[in-house]
């Protein structure tokens, strides 16, 4: 089974920072990862697929980079509606999340 | 608009059975994959289940394995998740996600329905 890893688990920034979100995967999964954000209470939304495609409607201020086993997710600017937990998921072979990493006001 | 509602949870026993329901509209379901996705109380995302579109391939996580059958009825644009056996460590909020038409990522989301086992 791939496991995948975040880091941090939480991430305390203050709006207009840039913030960066690490994702490692046990072993290769060449660019087959995506990165969700959920708000409490709410369902996951895709926001980055295939590593560095942004989906559609989702602001230009988040980005996906990376390949084989370490992905990074970035937002330039933190905005207010930002604050949430963030999921890397791999699909190389099924489908496995990290565990998330929470972006808290600073 | 793409809808995913899920509907069927509850409270239930251990070793209990329930069935999850995932009714879907504002797209052609029948061409889509669906996924079943978990998260316990206060805790990450877990993925359970996933059935093709004709559903002839279906895959379930160890966790689940033996347990829980997915299936779908493309005429009725509805998916399901039969649980049986079911355990403390299944209490959790049950998502259906849908997978994108050609990547194996979850491109919409329902809302959820909890499932609390619990004597």
């Known amino acids: 089974d791939i496991q995948m890893t975040q880091s941090p688990s939480t991430l305390s920034a203050s709006v207009g920072d840039r913030v960066t979100i690490t994702c490692r995967a046990s072993?290769?999964?060449?660019?087959?990862l995506a990165w969700y954000q959920q708000k409490p209470g709410k369902a996951p939304k895709l926001l980055i697929y295939?590593?560095?495609s942004l989906e559609s409607g989702v602001p230009s201020r988040f980005s996906g980079s990376g390949s084989g086993t370490e992905f990074t997710l970035t937002i330039s600017s933190l905005q207010p509606d930002d604050f949430a937990t963030y999921y890397c998921?791999?699909?190389?072979?099924?489908?496995?999340f990290g565990q998330g990493t929470k972006v808290e006001i600073k | 608009e793409v809808q995913l509602v899920e509907s069927g949870g509850g409270l239930v026993q251990p070793g209990g059975s329930l069935r999850l329901s995932c009714a879907d509209s504002?797209?052609?379901?029948?061409?889509?994959?669906m996924n079943w996705v978990r998260q316990a109380p206060g805790k990450g995302l877990e993925w359970v289940s996933y059935?093709?579109?004709?559903?002839?391939?279906?895959y379930y996580a160890d966790s689940v394995k033996g347990r829980f059958t997915i299936s779908r009825d493309n005429a009725k644009n509805s998916l399901y998740l039969q649980m049986n056996s079911l355990r403390a460590e299944d209490t959790a909020l049950y998502y259906c996600?849908?997978?994108?038409?050609?990547?194996?990522?979850?491109?919409?989301w329902g809302q959820g329905t909890l499932v609390t086992v619990s004597s």
């Open positions: 996600a849908r997978k994108h038409g050609t990547g194996y990522y979850y491109d919409y």
């Open positions: 504002g797209f052609t379901f029948s061409r889509y994959s």
């Open positions: 059935i093709s579109s004709g559903s002839s391939t279906i």
């Open positions: 072993q290769s999964i060449t660019i087959w």
């Open positions: 295939d590593a560095s």
């Open positions: 998921q791999q699909y190389n072979s099924y489908w496995t």
